[in-house]
């Protein structure tokens, strides 16, 4: 077995904690950048910055990142907007250190660890969900499982695990050689179906088909199989119909119940806000953190109990809203090169990682249309990962390091 080195141990254990902990996140991120900066000094430099020169996703998140600042300094309060920008600086630091600590260490192999991760929230869940239904008295909602997160954030996280699966089962060279790998597999994708149910993120649905299609798209054995992707898809759909939740979190009745002050369609009116206050200030915006402070400007009542959002649950409208023209283009910039790169390095590679992440990223894509996923550190971090991690697997490694 080969040993670990300081890099791989700390890019392992990145993925063991990023399911879990963006507060252990942050600090698994510091010690890889440690061990990186270490690495450089024993002559490791020139082929970090020849991966982040070779590698379009860096310039679009810097491109991103650039555009934000431009938005701050003509939006309302600059100083609060920089706060919020430290979040995109976030996301260029951690996939800068991913790409430069894949690039280092071509032979890590993180489905192990990332397994450990995915399956301690789980097990978290189904313990919340265990408890949720002892308690549970008739006539009210059953709470939703979220582990160590808001449940949105957790139903993206599952989503992505149970597209993990997926990929694994399809191509189980890599991650399922033995069959007690394959047990296990079997048992925590079964576990995370059943969570989904529980947990009832309605973009989580729409999340699988996209990462579905995409994994269709591109592996012939799994497009024999897409009816069957379909059929569970449809059962969580409609599982959901009749578990005591309320009707708030209903699927179906999104379908026939379009008036806007409903709780559960609250999204059109925050859709709405989003677009008058970019029709407002369209080129720059009203600056990163200041849709929620000027949502009772736009809109005086309550949506869903609560009279003040900061967010408008759509990626796309909120950064419209916040960054305007020139952060839109950022946005399309960083999010472009990072679903080309995927979908590149997925045509390539054989592999279960590259086919894990291309259709993660199409997921990702769709959560952000009911939600602003892209400004969640913990899923957008675990996100960057996989597509680091998928997108510089082996053979496309040998080139960079060529």
């Known amino acids: 077995m080969r040993s670990l080195t300081p890099v791989s141990a700390a890019l ?14 942050n600090v698994a991120l510091a010690l890889l950048t440690a061990a990186l900066i270490a690495r450089a000094g024993r002559g490791g430099a020139s082929r970090t910055f020849s991966t982040w020169r070779r590698e379009p996703a860096v310039l679009g998140l810097i491109l991103y990142c650039f555009a934000g600042l431009v938005a701050t300094g003509f939006g309302l309060d600059p100083a ?33 660890a990332l397994a450990a991760g995915f399956g301690a929230i789980v097990l978290v869940g189904i313990g919340q969900t265990a408890l949720a239904w002892l308690h549970h008295e008739p006539g009210f909602p059953l709470p939703r499982p979220h582990a160590f997160v808001h449940p949105v954030a957790y139903g993206e996280q599952l989503t992505l695990c149970l597209l993990g699966g997926v990929c694994a ?20 994708m079964a576990l995370t179906v059943a969570l989904l149910v529980f947990n009832q993120t309605r973009s989580s649905v729409f999340a699988l088909a996209a990462g579905g299609a995409a994994i269709c798209a591109l592996d012939p054995a799994a497009r024999r199989r897409g009816a069957w992707m379909g059929l569970i898809l449809f059962a969580i759909a409609a599982a959901w119909e009749i578990l005591p939740t309320g009707d708030r979190r209903s699927l179906f009745g999104l379908l026939t119940d379009f008036n806007p002050r409903n709780s559960q369609n609250a999204r059109y009116v925050l859709w709405s806000v989003a677009w008058r206050m970019f029709r407002d200030h369209p080129l720059t915006g009203v600056g990163p953190a200041h849709y929620g402070t000027l949502f009772t400007t736009y809109f005086q009542g309550t949506l869903d109990n609560e009279s003040g959002w900061s967010s408008a649950h759509n990626l796309f409208l909120h950064q419209l809203a916040e960054r305007g023209l020139i952060g839109a283009a950022g946005l399309a910039a960083a999010l472009g090169t990072l679903l080309a790169g995927a979908w590149r390095a997925a045509r390539r590679e054989a592999g279960a990682r590259a086919l894990w992440a291309v259709s993660a990223f199409a997921a990702f894509l769709v959560m952000n249309l009911t939600e602003a996923a892209f400004q969640n550190e913990q899923v957008t971090t675990l996100m960057l990962f996989l597509w680091a991690w998928g997108t510089t697997s082996l053979e496309n490694r040998g080139k960079i390091l060529q």
């Open 80 to 112: 609060r907007s920089l706060h919020d920008n430290a979040k995109d600086f976030h996301k260029l630091w951690a996939l800068l250190l991913f790409l430069a600590a894949c690039a280092e260490e071509p032979a890590a192999e993180a489905w192990t």
């Open 169 to 188: 089962f399809l191509r189980p060279g890599e991650p399922l050689r033995h069959p007690s790998a394959r047990r296990l597999g079997g048992a925590l």
């Open 12 to 25: 392992l254990l990145v993925a063991a904690v990023l399911p879990v902990s963006i507060a252990a996140t």
